[in-house]
């Protein structure tokens, strides 16, 4: 039960309010989870790539770089955005301050990414990349329930937008 059973006592909808705070808490952590499996994917991908002779030179302009190159870029810039966002929202925590905003970013982004980013990294590993000989089939399936629990991607927005903009949860659904 959530509060208590009547709606004149002060305490009546505090139950709901405590279980929304929870995901203050919750939510960074399932962020790091992504992170952390997003992590282990990028690197598995971009080793497996540089014994293929695939490895990137940050110094070329990106025009110059082929699409799997490109790819691996984009998996590490989307990796660490998340994990930027993930560190803000557990920071603010830790010094005692409400990151409920932080909290729905970090999880939003994080689930976001690590979809992307063992989705790509299978791609790019070509027909191992599906085989069960290697763990990146199994990182993209864990991907999925981090993007979907501690509230999915639309609910997060939806937290996003109407703190943003100042919209109760009347007036923005």
Same mark, same amino acid.
């Given at each position: 039960?959530?509060?208590?059973?009547?709606?004149?006592?002060?305490?009546?909808?505090?139950?709901?309010?405590?279980?929304? +705070?929870?995901?203050?808490?919750?939510?960074?952590?399932?962020?790091?989870?992504?992170?952390?499996?997003?992590?282990?994917?990028?690197?598995?991908?971009?080793?497996?790539?540089?014994?293929?002779?695939?490895?990137?030179?940050?110094?070329?302009?990106?025009?110059?770089?082929?699409?799997?190159?490109?790819?691996?870029?984009?998996?590490?810039?989307?990796?660490?955005?998340?994990?930027?966002?993930?560190?803000?929202?557990?920071?603010?925590?830790?010094?005692?301050?409400?990151?409920?905003?932080?909290?729905?970013?970090?999880?939003?982004?994080?689930?976001?990414?690590?979809?992307?980013?063992?989705?790509?990294?299978?791609?790019?590993?070509?027909?191992?990349?599906?085989?069960?000989?290697?763990?990146?089939? +199994?990182?993209?399936?864990?991907?999925?329930?981090?993007?979907?629990?501690?509230?999915?991607?639309?609910?997060?927005?939806?937290?996003?937008?109407?703190?943003?903009?100042?919209?109760?949860?009347?007036?923005?659904?």
């Amino acid at each position: 039960m959530l509060g208590t059973l009547d709606p004149q006592q002060p305490a009546a909808n505090k139950g709901f309010k405590g279980a929304m +705070k929870t995901f203050d808490a919750s939510r960074p952590a399932v962020a790091a989870s992504a992170m952390g499996i997003a992590r282990a994917a990028l690197e598995f991908t971009r080793d497996k790539l540089a014994e293929e002779g695939i490895v990137l030179d940050y110094t070329k302009p990106r025009h110059e770089l082929t699409a799997i190159e490109r790819d691996l870029m984009e998996m590490e810039v989307r990796h660490k955005g998340a994990w930027l966002l993930t560190l803000r929202a557990v920071g603010m925590m830790a010094h005692g301050e409400s990151n409920r905003l932080a909290a729905s970013m970090c999880k939003f982004r994080a689930g976001e990414a690590v979809t992307w980013i063992t989705q790509k990294g299978v791609e790019l590993l070509g027909p191992m990349g599906y085989s069960r000989e290697w763990l990146a089939e +199994k990182w993209m399936r864990d991907a999925k329930i981090n993007d979907i629990y501690e509230g999915t991607k639309q609910i997060n927005q939806l937290i996003i937008a109407r703190s943003i903009l100042g919209y109760s949860r009347r007036e923005l659904k």
